[in-house]
């Protein structure tokens, strides 16, 4: 592709931090990079806990420990978002109820979500999509109302805020990605990030193999035990290290990726006046980090063809979710809660464009005029 559909950004720091990580003599989990991490996670966001994990899957998966999921709890979420945010509560047995998403933002959609509040449930996960904020202040209404622990798949959210906080700081817990799909990256990498104190302690011990070995560590615990669930959710400090000069630029790429939304966002607006296609809409309570470009088209029957001859030009767009509830395994382990029109709809119309530092205006008016291209032709 002559313009990739993603282009993993480095600062250049990256290799030196590696260095020294390595002349530190810890190449396990928790070094010194970790901790700086975690320590800008915490001051950035005001969370109590931060914690690295592999991935935003396994952050999830940790959540779900944490939730106290047991088979046939009840959890809602959107069926418009990446696996992992199902799968890490079917893991546990959970049941993911699937609701309907805004035609606008296509977050879930916080009216629909009472409907789908049931004895059984357990827990929601809202997804902030393309890092714009779901309606914090609703979904929390709902939950404390419910009692329910809220968990965000904040995986796209690094750098968004609603309403001058900003996300991963509303939910009892939050799930970041540092995958290099995504705007802070480490090649594969997330977070764990704790708002409520009492889940602190327990996430520790199951982020270490179920053990007290953080404890342990610190020397809070003198005797090094098994006292819990738990797996090997923590990353090497090599990545760590890599993850951390990617934080230290983390402003600087938030601004670059806003510049090249904006560009999209200004060019396109011809084609949507023509009534060919929709741009996104960001509310005015949501600061986003810029982490994706979509237009909606008006007529999904068009967009295989759009694609093929984008692709033919050499750019690198592509389609999104395909809806959870109606894939095989969304069919077997969860439920959807009402008929998800919008969804459906949604999902058929999406297309996202390459968004990445260092993309050019050249470019973005390329991708531009040949989308134009197409349906004046
Ligand atoms: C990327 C993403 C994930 C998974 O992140 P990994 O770090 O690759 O596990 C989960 N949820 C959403 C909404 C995502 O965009």
Not at 50 to 71: G, R
Not at 100 to 113: A, C, Q, S, V
Not at 121 to 139: L, N, Q, S
Not at 307 to 321: N, T
Request: charged share 25%; net charge neutral.
């Amino acid at each position: 592709m002559r313009i990739p559909f993603n282009k993993p950004y480095t600062t250049g720091k990256e290799f030196g931090y590696i260095s020294e990580a390595i002349d530190a003599g810890h190449l396990s989990g928790d070094g010194q990079f970790t901790m700086r991490c975690q320590k800008w996670l915490e001051e950035r966001t005001g969370c109590k806990k931060a914690l690295l994990t592999h991935s935003c899957t396994a952050a999830l998966e940790m959540a779900a420990i944490l939730a106290d999921i047991q088979p046939g709890d009840e959890v809602i979420m959107p069926s418009y978002t990446f696996v992992s945010t199902a799968n890490a509560f079917v893991l546990r047995g959970g049941v993911p109820v699937f609701v309907d998403i805004r035609p606008d933002t296509l977050n879930m959609d916080e009216m629909k979500m009472n409907r789908a509040v049931s004895s059984r449930t357990k827990a929601i996960v809202p997804v902030h999509y393309a890092g714009v904020a779901c309606e914090m202040d609703a979904i929390m209404d709902v939950a404390s109302r419910h009692n329910l622990i809220v968990i965000e798949d904040a995986a796209q959210g690094v750098m968004s805020s609603y309403k001058g906080r900003p996300l991963g700081s509303f939910g009892h817990m939050a799930a970041l990605s540092f995958h290099e799909t995504k705007n802070v990256i480490c090649g594969e990498g997330g977070a764990l990030l704790i708002n409520d104190e009492r889940f602190m302690e327990r996430a520790e011990i199951i982020r270490e193999k179920g053990t007290n070995r953080a404890q342990v560590f610190r020397g809070q615990a003198d005797k090094y035990t098994w006292l819990d669930i738990g797996s090997s959710f923590l990353p090497s400090d090599i990545l760590a290290a890599f993850l951390w000069a990617q934080m230290e630029e983390a402003g600087g790429i938030t601004k670059r990726r806003l510049e090249v939304w904006n560009w999209y966002h200004e060019e396109y607006q011809e084609l949507e006046k023509k009534g060919f296609l929709k741009r996104p809409v960001t509310p005015g309570d949501c600061c986003h980090n810029a982490h994706m470009y979509y237009v909606m088209l008006s007529d999904a029957a068009k967009r295989p063809a759009l694609l093929e001859s984008l692709k033919r030009a050499g750019i690198g767009a592509i389609f999104h979710y395909v809806p959870l509830h109606s894939s095989p395994a969304g069919l077997k382990y969860g439920k959807a809660a009402g008929d998800l029109a919008v969804t459906r709809s949604a999902s058929e119309r999406v297309i996202r464009l390459p968004l990445w530092v260092g993309l050019d205006r050249a470019s973005v008016h390329e991708v531009v005029s040949a989308t134009g291209a197409f349906f004046l032709r």
